[in-house]
């Protein structure tokens, strides 16, 4: 059975050892077992084994020799069993074994798999009773056959990964049933108990599954509270999920970094690829390769980089084909308190400029927080070091702030009881729109500076992964026409957002609903896709693709079965191996079949600017996403598909906009 044997190791370090042991169970293949049911044993062999066999595999891993052995062991007078003893995960045993194996992490944290008779309910749909079955990374429920021969049909397929918050309630029934025996009437008291679980997830879905019996009740909370804060990226549902239609290397290289500055040296000579950072050491949050100016060497650019946050030294952000201006972003200076200066990083920043050219610095802090940052260390340029560049506070908020405005809205949303006055003040009062209209305001300073002043743009705040970001990739999506095609936008995407170090796995790791306590989450991404539809709103026929898209990208950023949104930068993603072992998210939209779907059929291309209007009555609460579980979308639905139908030549009509089914992979 283990002659095959491949391991596929984690990083964990050789001391973590244990024994398991492996049992088959049912018939397979070639002789191979069905399934193996994994359980854990002491370290030493157990004594009423006797030894038939034993293998070692040696492999190389996270920079050390690891050791895996195997030994075979038969009871006497029963089946041998197997027992594996090693630095091995044992989540990973089924790659190992090359079977099916019931992870003995997973199988640790369910206590109960499996539960009859729970009636599912969700607003704006009519209770379903079914069977639920709770797997490592799933929670499933079939309805109940009818009674002409249907067949039962799998009603909800959530991935646990996308529950936020588990609110759980017990209530205890009680009843008595009267009985007859010899011309005597006998009372008995009946008990029960009926659970009530909420599921509030991640894409602001609200679940609601009735469960009889108080212990399967609090079972399947605990095992789903627990199942959802796994936090091992490696033990997320993205390893685990093999289509049989995407191959694992599918659309991770459609759109490397190489490409976007092959379009830009085809138009300048003033600027290289420069692969410094090829090893991560330069700066951890960094991809490998970064566009930089063509006369700056790697050596002003290592000096450079030890003055900036992070590391993150000025790289170019985007090319303006029209004028030749570009837009870089960073990380804060290394001013301090005794204002430090690195000689490296103002040639860096005055190589981009020429001659007497002038050139803004958008600061998205105030100027109060720029000022308290330098006597922690930070700061911002000053003039005198910088003469040619001027410098501009656009504070936009992030982190506990936003997080809070967040989750504010969503109560608003959900507090169906709130009359419109009320309604309209907690609104105002999560400050959200505000946001928008921040964020928006400031990438329009940014595009304003390119297109109008024809001037080079530095954009940066603290640590330059979150409001610089927002600020780059929303000023390209009003600037550029290809980043408001559907596959500039997914290479925009990637580009400044993914591989630019926006750290996902950090700021999305909970949602509106939690009642864990703050630490990093914050929807800065949230914030652009709700930027880029108030943009498709204002400019109905200049984005390619549609709200569907927006709606998708925001569900798959805080829960997914594909690994492009996973990990906090690419130095983490190489050493997890997502792009090996996890498919792109990119390769299943742009599928034919799903690519269809996210197309706007207005679409007509516009090689102008768009200026959004952040007027209070221009800026509109995205009700798609924030109603969308709240709010019937059935006419809107219903109208969309009646524009696709009359915009395209295709025969049959395309589905409309994202639905409200509750079955996800």
């Known amino acids: 059975m283990l002659d095959g044997l491949t391991a596929v190791l984690t ?62 062991y038969q009871p006497f007078g029963k089946d041998p069993v197997t027992i594996l003893w090693g630095s091995l995960c044992p989540a990973l045993l089924a790659r190992v074994l090359g079977t099916t194996a019931v992870a003995m992490e997973f199988a640790e944290l369910i206590k109960t798999a499996k ?34 021969g249907e067949q039962s049909t799998v009603e909800l397929w959530l991935l646990i990964r996308n529950v936020d918050a588990v609110e759980k309630s017990v209530q205890n029934l009680g009843w008595y049933q ?34 009889p019996g108080m212990e399967e009740c609090l079972n399947i909370a605990s095992s789903t509270e627990a199942l959802s804060s796994v936090g091992s990226v ?62 700056v060497d790697d050596k002003v650019l290592k000096k450079a980089a030890r003055f900036r946050q992070g590391g993150r030294f000025p790289v170019l952000s985007y090319y303006h084909k029209k004028n030749g201006t570009v837009m870089l972003r960073s990380s804060q200076p290394l001013i301090g308190p005794n204002r430090k200066r690195c000689q490296e990083d103002e040639l860096l920043l005055s190589a981009v ?71 309209l003040s907690k609104l105002e009062g999560s400050k959200w729109l505000a946001h928008v209209k921040a964020a928006l305001s400031t990438a329009c300073l940014a595009a304003q500076c390119m297109e109008r002043e024809e001037a080079c743009v530095l954009v940066h705040g ?30 925009l995407l990637e580009r400044e957002w993914i591989e630019a170090g926006h750290p996902f796995h950090f700021r999305c790791a909970h949602s ?52 492009t949104f996973l990990c906090n930068s690419e130095k983490e993603r190489c050493l997890c191996e997502v792009k090996e072992k996890t498919h792109s998210l990119w390769s299943w ?37 924030f109603l969308r579980w709240i709010r019937s979308s059935q006419y809107l639905d219903e109208a969309w598909a009646e524009i696709q139908q009359l915009g395209t030549s295709c025969e049959d009509a395309p589905e409309g906009r994202a639905g409200r089914t509750l079955c996800h992979s």
């Open 178 to 211: 009267t009985s007859r025996t010899n011309s005597s009437h006998r009372e008995t008291r009946i008990a029960s108990s009926l659970g009530t679980i909420t599921l509030k997830c991640k894409d602001l879905k609200v679940l609601q599954l009735e469960i």
């Open 115 to 148: 539960v009859e008779n729970v009636q599912l309910s969700c607003p704006g749909l009519p209770p379903i009773k079914g069977t639920l079955c709770i797997t490592s990374h799933h929670l499933l429920l079939s309805s109940q056959p009818g009674g002409n």
């Open 353 to 423: 400029l020429d001659g007497g050219e002038r050139g803004f610095i958008i600061d998205t802090r105030s100027a109060q927080a720029a000022k308290q940052a330098r006597m922690m260390g930070g700061g911002t340029e000053p003039k005198s070091f910088y003469p040619h560049w001027k410098r501009l506070h656009r504070p936009l908020e992030r982190g506990r702030p936003l997080q809070e405005s967040f989750i504010k809205l969503v109560e608003a949303c959900n507090d169906a009881s709130l009359s419109m006055d009320r309604w």
């Open 589 to 625: 939209l742009n599928q034919p079949s799903e690519l269809k779907k996210h197309l706007n059929p207005l679409y007509t291309y516009n090689s102008l600017v768009i200026w959004p209007s952040v007027e209070p009555q221009s800026l509109q609460l995205w009700q798609g996403l």
């Open 512 to 563: 509106a609903y939690s009642h864990a306590r703050l630490k990093q989450e914050a929807p800065i991404f949230l914030l652009f896709l709700d930027c880029v539809w108030q943009l498709g709103r204002q400019f109905p026929f200049s984005l390619q693709f549609n709200e569907r898209l927006l709606l998708v990208l925001f569900e798959h950023t805080y829960a997914s079965c594909y690994g």
């Open 462 to 491: 603290a640590e330059g992964t979150d409001t610089t970001l927002l600020v780059t990739a929303l000023a390209q999506v009003i600037l550029d026409p290809d980043c408001r095609t559907l596959t500039g936008f997914q290479g």
């Open 234 to 295: 490696m033990m997320m549902y993205p390893f685990f999920y093999r289509p049989q239609s995407m191959k694992l290397k599918d659309g991770w290289q459609l759109y490397p970094l190489q490409h976007y500055y092959q379009q830009i040296a085809s138009e300048t000579s003033a600027w290289r690829l420069s692969c410094v950072n090829g090893d991560f050491t330069i700066c951890s949050s960094y991809p490998p390769a970064v566009i930089v100016p063509a006369p």
């Open 11 to 72: 990083s964990f370090p050789p001391r973590s050892c244990a024994a398991f042991k492996v049992e088959p169970r049912g018939p397979g293949e070639n002789g191979q077992p069905k399934e193996l049911a994994v359980q854990r044993q002491n370290a030493a062999f157990p004594t009423p084994y006797r030894k038939t066999r034993t293998i070692q595999h040696r492999v190389t891993g996270a920079g050390r020799g690891l050791c895996l052995v195997a030994v075979a």
